[in-house]
């Protein structure tokens, strides 16, 4: 049990190789280091207040690229610093350990595993959900580069191919991708899931690495206009595997609540004026370091007008890890996760 615990929940290099990355970004953005606690331990709200938040880079968390250009926070007396990290890494770490306050990030099996072996984190918020829709932001691509033989033309041919998804069979894409299986009668364990980055699905698509891949928007659109895949099958609509999460210290203060005040003001920005207006995509532009024309041409995601965290949906995720083997031990309970 002690091995298991060092395995899972303190893999120390990644974290402090993350911490310096956020810290260096932070000097030259800034002028000021990120410290290694989670902000000011007074009075909380107090204007400028700075609430350092590491991203992945997704139109799934573009209410936050939003309150951000709004002003939002600004109005809330928050001085917000965003820092990139990468799809698959386990982000958690940096918000339990105190290197930022938040993470906007998918949720993987290592934020379970953490949980369950005491990581100190909560859910916060949900981000952008399948709209079940065509065309959809999260959807199954299919490579057209396969010999006609080899030919994919449902979901069910998918039995025993390689599937790209950032993070592999524990990433946050695998859940969409085991929903969108047992549409069909498959799951995790009846496809075979590949480890590959969201920036290069393009090229494992293309070379017949894999024959199908999971990304998250907006390069689902970007594989499809370099003609190298085509849309398979949608998640069910309300699938959602990103959303906020908030470390112990900040999630019990009054600067978190505005914090999410602000957010939910960019959703409804969102749901009222779309994301698709030359204004918005130049702010997803400069958030995601994603082309323009690339984001007008992507599908919207959906937001819970208060970016409720779906409980249901958090169960389901862990369910689909579990049955696919990648988590052991007793499930951790939901609303242990959720603020």
Known sequence: ???RLLCRRIPLLPVLASAVALACAGCANSGAGLASGGGADGEAGEAGEKVRVAHVPSTAFAPLYVAEAEGYFEEAGLDVRLRKVKAGQDAAQLAAYGYVEAVATGFSTELFEGV????KVKVAASMGESTGKDPSPTVLEVSKRLPDAEK?????DLRG??????GGGGGAAAYPLDAVLRKSGLTLRDVEVVDVPST????AL???RVEAAMPLAPFATAVEEAGVAEPLAAPPEGTVATGLLFGYEFAGRVTAEKFLTALRKGASDLRDKGASSRERVEVLAKATGRPPEVLRKTPAYRWDEQLTVDKEQLSKQQDAYRDAGLLDGDPVPIDDMVQ
């Not at 191919?161 to 950032?166: C, F, P």
């Open 161 to 166: 191919r390689k599937v790209a998804v950032a």
């Open 116 to 119: 369950a072996d005491g990581l």
């Open 1 to 3: 049990m002690i091995f």
């Open 152 to 156: 994919v033309a449902d979901v069910e």
């Open 200 to 203: 290069g699905m393009r090229a």
């Open 206 to 208: 293309a070379d017949g």
